[in-house]
């Protein structure tokens, strides 16, 4: 039935985009597209999906035009990789890996319209990305206007005014020019200049360097020094990189989330990523010159107790004395590895090294020792800190850790016990800041700085500006030639820049990019830029791309955008918080300014579906220091005298004794054995839940089937009864079970195929979302899909009946459809789509107990069904005697007047908790309904002679009552 249909609605392109007709809303719903991997969907990935088809389907039958495209964000590291290891062109797998995801996703019923399909690695697609990065390039951020525009007008008014006043965005290094400096330069010297104000731009950069893997790693893509992919070696290395000034719109990105429908923990984690913060940019002096520290806390200068440079910080080496060089340059060689994210999550680790010299405190004059540690990043404020460990926890830990002082600077606070971060605090031993709390020192600080000349007022970022540089092959190419040091943009008609063929896809010999392997990779005579784009970048705009996605001289038609204008409806998961979300709000941003989109934050509303996780088994494997002997002597000690089913007197040693986890939680609850096991624990390994059912582990068809437990042909496995090898038939042998995620390394990958094979995927669909709340986390369980299985087929067997007929329902009948209606509806509005499965579940039940078998209430059961299992719905409509489609049929609504009652069933509370429930009228005055309930025998008894001191009456709603004593 599902093959049919779905062939069907191909052929009659039922899900084909309509544009919206004049005065017809309109509904915009996407999922974040997935990167093709080889190892296909899992049953975790479709959960988004669904959800969206859900609301998709439910749009187009209310009437609105509807928008659900889908496409494969194509570019990436894993295709790379497995074309280094096998020589296969990555364009090969990720086609292959597409064809095989759009297979899967086709078979769950999904209402993509497959004509608008994109793949950011289509050179048809990637050249609007290279066009959109020119255009970039092309772009400077004017700080007044709080808007980006073209690089021309900068240049006038470079030529008319220098740069002393320009309230520009622009690097740090920018030098200071007046009008005579830009009218003398030379075209080379001006474009270096431009070069400091562009939004996309090359500088020296500090990144995450992989030899291994050839490529500059993102922060989330390192874990402890290690790439997250392989395990290989990072090193942080400063090279020459194309950015993106996404810092410029700080601001922008802050301001513009009080328009979003996003969830408070999505704006958060933006807002911190982003890191607005005021403060005051404080001058400490040193033997080599001034360092300039960034601090949202300048009140507690006085509890300065020494000063921190990052690692990086191009004075460190400056400030080493020669009695700290040794010691200096094995500290920066340990943190080498290290990447900013883990450096700023992992507190516990603490070090660092004094370079030797001294600071002078700004205020007091007291000299400081200046320190080099990992916690300080080069790349926040000014790469420097002024250490107040009083009033700062990291240093705190730093200067207890290293013996430093800790002044005492508020008023009752012991300063041995820790840090006190309070702003109300009051300050001591801080001379003209003596009785001050935080919020009335700071101006009276910043502006003894400011008239002394040692400081002033600041507003600092966290967000940095995005590396845009990738040194590998599977990217888009850097549309950009190099003359010398010097890019000059290509012209828009060499675009799109097309990757070239190389021989091997690894950097060369001399450490160049794989795109230096090419034969002729060159422009007019002169060389390409070797880099390529990060994954990031088809990703940020593609969403603009599905509005139009045929169009071959535009990245899209305004006039389609405008139509469609911003999604509506976006659904991904919430990982992707300060990456794509960030990045692609940054873009759109800036296509906003320059006139080339219509509206200026991308995506309305945004759900995070929780993950699905799986369940994983394992089994454990004894220590070899513990014997065969030694566990059957454990068993007779316990008096477990049944007959092995193979009996096994000795193991060889190296044979794997594998101990069923029902037994082995005996023996660590017994004291003379659970000694010896905590001594010699072994450990647990995963095995395939394929061959796992309810914890009872199939032996024979795990060494069958699973080539990874080649191993495992000679082992022996144990149980409380006995011991049996290989031929293990009706031997109990016992798994534990654990919640994680869903991921091939874990053997706990349950494949959507399968299910839909037994199932249906109708099935999978409801159970996916019956299984709880969209956003929340929750573990796969095959035992549950049964309860939803037959629920569809009751649907099924309901309206096949042949006691369906076309008499009109009573009003008893109506009610309870049109109070299924709304639960659903309910639902849906709020996006608590397993509430909706409940409901139809119970409706279904209503439906059956009072045996209804009316087309007037069958007919909108099944429309109201479509939307979840629309392959059963589309069915049953022809069942019912309808044309196809019925995802084109009106969606039902309910009547209020069919959800009217006489009386309602009271929930009556006291002290926050539902006591009892009494049935009373449903309408009335308060007063009414207080005298009536005090007057029911249930509430009666329950007070049993006590008086309420106070009830409230909510008509329709509850009941509350307050008495003096606790019932």
């Known amino acids: ?87 296969q062109h990555p364009r090969t797998t990720t086609v292959q890996n597409s064809a095989r995801y759009r297979e899967q996703l086709g078979r769950l019923g999904f209402s993509f319209d ?183 806390r ?27 060089t040794q ?11 290290r990447s900013e ?103 009276a600080v910043i502006a003894e700085l400011q008239k002394t000349k040692r400081g002033f007022a600041v507003t600092r970022y966290r967000l940095r500006d995005a590396v845009f540089s990738r040194q590998r092959y599977w990217g888009e190419p850097v549309p950009m030639v190099m003359d010398g040091e010097d890019p000059y943009p290509l012209p828009d008609s060499a675009l799109p820049l097309l990757l070239p063929d190389i021989d091997r896809y690894l950097p060369t010999a001399d450490g160049e990019p794989p795109l230096a392997r090419a034969k002729d990779w060159t422009w007019q005579g002169l060389p390409l830029e070797t880099t390529t784009m990060p994954g990031w970048a088809g990703s940020s705009w593609y969403f603009l791309r599905y509005t139009d996605p045929q169009n071959q001289e535009s990245f899209a038609d305004p006039e389609a955008m405008k ?66 002997e030694w566990w059957n002597q454990c068993r007779e000690a316990q008096g477990k005298s049944a007959p092995t089913v193979q009996p096994l007197s000795q193991a060889t040693a190296g044979t794997p004794l594998l101990i069923s986890e029902d037994w082995l939680q005996d023996l660590l609850s017994n004291p003379h054995t659970a000694a010896t096991l905590h001594e010699y624990p072994g450990f647990r390994t995963s095995v395939d839940v394929r061959f796992v059912d309810k914890n009872l582990l199939d032996i024979p068809s795990l060494l069958a089937g699973s080539p990874e437990t080649a191993e495992w042909q000679n082992a022996v496995w144990l149980n409380r009864h006995g011991n049996t090898g290989a031929d293990a038939r009706g031997f109990e042998f016992k798994t534990r079970s654990e919640v994680e995620k869903m991921s091939k390394s874990k053997r706990n990958v349950v494949n959507p195929d399968t299910v839909v094979e037994q199932y249906g995927a109708d099935t999978l669909r409801l159970y996916e979302l019956f299984l709880g709340p969209l956003e929340d986390a929750k573990p796969w369980d095959t035992q549950g899909i049964e309860g939803v299985y037959r629920f569809l087929q009751k649907v099924n067997r309901h309206v096949r009946s042949s006691e369906v007929h076309s008499s009109d329902p009573d009003e008893a009948a109506l009610r309870i459809l049109h109070r299924c209606l709304r639960r659903v509806h309910d639902g849906l509005e709020r996006m608590a789509l397993n509430t909706c499965i409940s409901a139809m579940m119970i409706g279904m039940n209503e439906i059956q107990s009072a045996g209804l078998f009316h087309r007037q209430i069958l007919d909108p059961y099944v429309r109201m069904l479509a939307p979840f299992a629309p392959h059963l719905a589309e069915e049953l409509w022809a069942v019912l005697g309808h044309e196809p489609s019925i995802h084109h049929a009106p969606y039902p609504n309910w009547e209020p007047i069919y959800l009217e009652q006489d009386t309602y069933l009271y929930p009556v509370q006291h002290n926050g908790k539902v006591r009892l429930q009494v049935e009373l009228p449903a309408k009335g005055l308060p007063e009414d309904l207080v005298r009536l309930a005090l007057a029911h025998p249930k509430v009666v008894e329950w007070l049993n002679g006590r008086i309420p001191t106070k009830t409230i009456a909510v008509p329709g709603r509850i009941i509350n009552m307050v008495l003096p004593n606790q019932p």
């Open 341 to 443: 994210r883990d450096r700023q999550t992992e507190t516990r680790k603490i070090s660092g090294c004094f370079t030797g010299s001294y600071a002078r405190h700004p205020i007091t004059g007291q000299q400081v020792p200046v320190w080099t540690a990992d916690y300080v990043l080069a790349g926040y404020g000014t790469g420097v800190v002024m250490g107040v460990p009083a009033g700062d926890h990291r240093d705190w830990n730093f200067a207890t850790h290293f013996g430093l002082d800790i002044p005492a600077i508020f008023v009752n606070q012991d300063p041995s016990t820790g840090a006190c971060d309070d702003r109300q605090a009051v300050l001591k031993s801080s001379q003209f800041l003596d009785g001050l709390n935080a919020h009335q020192a700071i101006p």
């Open 114 to 296: 497959w004509d608008r399909q994109i793949d950011t690695s289509d050179s048809n697609y990637y050249r609007w990305t290279q066009w959109m990065f020119l255009r970039m390039f092309d772009s400077w951020f004017d700080n007044e206007a709080q808007k980006a525009r073209p690089i021309v007008e900068l240049e006038n008014y470079l030529s008319q005014n220098g740069n002393q006043h320009l309230q520009a965005a622009c690097s740090e290094q920018t030098p200071s020019i007046s009008a005579q400096d830009w009218a003398t330069m030379d075209e080379r010297s001006r474009r270096r200049i431009l070069m400091h104000y562009r939004l996309a731009y090359r500088a020296m950069a500090r990144v995450n360097w992989c030899p291994a893997l050839g490529t500059v790693l993102a922060n989330d893509e390192v874990k402890d020094g290690f790439s997250e992919r392989g395990g290989h070696p990072v090193e942080q290395r400063l090279m020459p990189q194309w950015m993106l000034r996404i810092s410029a719109y700080a601001d922008r990105l802050l301001e513009g989330m009080d328009q979003l429908q996003w969830s408070e923990s999505i704006k958060e984690h933006q807002r911190h990523w982003i890191g607005r913060s005021v403060g005051a940019q404080v001058r400490f002096e040193t033997s080599c010159g001034t360092l300039e520290v960034f601090t949202t």
């Open 563 to 628: 139509a469609w204008g911003a999604v509506d409806l976006y659904i991904g998961g919430a990982e992707h918080a300060t990456g794509h979300l960030l990045y692609a709000r940054f873009w759109n941003h800036f296509l906003f300014d320059r006139g080339l989109v219509p509206f200026c934050e991308p995506f309305k509303r945004l759900v995070n579906q929780g993950m699905i996780q799986g369940v994983s088994e394992y089994v454990f494997r004894s220590h070899p220091a513990l014997s065969l």
């Open 1 to 87: 039935m599902e093959a049919r249909w779905q062939a069907y609605w191909h052929q009659n392109g039922t899900y084909r985009t309509k544009e919206p007709l004049d005065g017809q809303p309109k509904t915009y719903v996407l999922d974040m597209f997935p990167y093709p991997s080889g190892a296909g969907l899992h049953v975790g990935h479709p959960l988004g999906y669904i959800a969206s088809d859900v609301v998709a389907r439910l749009r187009r039958m209310q009437g609105h035009a509807v928008l659900h495209p889908m496409g494969f964000d194509a570019f990436g590291l894993p295709a790379e990789q497995y074309a280094i290891q096998t020589g």
């Open 327 to 337: 010691q200096v340059q094995a500290y920066l060689l340990q943190t080498k590895g």
């Open 298 to 324: 300048p009140d507690t200068l006085f509890g300065v107790s020494f000063v921190v440079v990052a690692p990086e910080h191009p004075w460190v080496e400056r400030l080493t004395t020669p009695e700290q």
